[in-house]
């Protein structure tokens, strides 16, 4: 846990339990209403991009020496 989070838990837990709910609940309506702000994430597709790519034949040959040494 940061500085921060730990001297706002303490300060927190030194408040009256009734204010500590009523703080509880205002946090849970901001944290709602960011979430109701965020646009919803489209689906993905399957197969959308089929045959853009091709994976060449030598993709799991071994790389060369050169390639490892920076030579390439």
């Known amino acids: 846990m940061t500085q921060l989070l730990e001297k706002t838990v303490q300060r927190l837990?030194?408040?009256?339990?009734?204010?500590?709910?009523?703080?509880?609940a205002e946090l849970?309506?901001?944290i709602d209403q960011l979430a109701?702000?965020?646009?919803?994430?489209?689906?993905?597709?399957?197969?959308?991009?089929?045959?853009?790519?091709?994976?060449?034949?030598?993709f799991t040959d071994p790389l060369p020496e050169s390639f490892w040494l920076g030579q390439e």
Do not use: H, S
């Open 13 to 24: 837990q030194a408040l009256p339990e009734d204010v500590q709910n009523a703080l509880a």
């Open 36 to 58: 109701a702000d965020r646009p919803a994430k489209a689906k993905r597709t399957p197969g959308l991009g089929k045959g853009r790519f091709t994976v060449p034949a030598d």
């Open 28 to 30: 849970q309506e901001m």
